[in-house]
T-cell receptor
Framework: AQKVTQAQTEISVVEKEDVTLDCVYE???????LFWYKQPPSGELVFLIR??????QNEISGRYSWNFQKSTSSFNFTITASQVVDSAVYFC??????????FGTGTSLTVIP | DVKVTQSSRYLVKRTGEKVFLECVQD?????MFWYRQDPGLGLRLIYF???????EKGDIPEGYSVSREKKERFSLILESASTNQTSMYLC???????????????FGPGTRLTVT
């Protein structure tokens, strides 16, 4: 069963637009962790944020913000005033008990200048 | 800075060959992982290791084996390469997670393997 769903396969936005990348996860565990990674064209995945299941506070880091809602099992990622350098594939991931991570299929974001 | 290096960025092998993909990390991480990345399928875990000589199967271990003789090195072995193993292979490492905290993974640049 798919544990992490990123329904948006590809998104294109014009520079300076805001964009939200959706992530829905599935788990019965009460303790779990959610992550977002960025994979730029160079190929190396870069860690963006971690959230544990007990911390539902939203997070803002510069132009990036994350909205964690346990009620809807979602952990969405918003980029404000997008820039060309934001063009990448973004992955949402879930870690339950144990050391295995479950990744979504990724959302490819293209920011058009 | 954590560094995860992979032995090759691009590799071309023939069907039936034995293929070794090497991964080295320099931050004394306990956990190491091998994924393959295919379009539309995201990252799928092949194997992971939480200690030297320890390994656990991931979601798609068939056709692969691994070796971890030293803490810093984790090798992925394709015993007899087949065309359906053409893919991008990503190695990752992390500290051992526990309690109410989970460490993130650090990824290498990937090896694009083509089996002809």
């Amino acid at each position: 069963a798919q544990k992490v769903t990123q329904a948006q396969t590809e998104i294109s936005v014009v520079e300076k637009e805001d964009v939200t990348l959706d992530c829905v996860y599935e788990t019965r565990d009460t303790t779990y962790y959610l992550f977002w990674y960025k994979q730029p064209p160079s190929g190396e995945l870069v860690f963006l944020i971690r959230r544990n299941s007990f911390d539902e506070q939203n997070e803002i880091s510069g132009r990036y913000s994350w909205n964690f809602q346990k009620s809807t099992s979602s952990f969405n990622f918003t980029i404000t005033a997008s820039q060309v350098v934001d063009s990448a594939v973004y992955f949402c991931a879930l870690r339950k008990t144990g050391n295995q991570f479950y990744f979504g299929t990724g959302t490819s974001l293209t920011v058009i200048p | 800075d954590v560094k995860v290096t992979q032995s090759s960025r691009y590799l071309v092998k023939r069907t039936g060959e034995k293929v070794f993909l090497e991964c080295v990390q320099d931050m004394d991480h306990e956990n190491m992982f091998w994924y393959r990345q295919d379009p539309g399928l995201g990252l799928r875990l092949i194997y992971f290791s939480y200690d030297v000589k320890m390994k656990e199967k991931g979601d798609i271990p068939e056709g692969y084996s691994v070796s971890r003789e030293k803490k810093e090195r984790f090798s992925l072995i394709l015993e007899s390469a087949s065309t359906n193993q053409t893919s991008m292979y990503l190695c990752a490492s992390s500290l051992l997670s526990g309690g109410d905290f989970s460490y993130e993974q650090y990824f290498g640049p990937g090896t694009r393997l083509t089996v002809t």
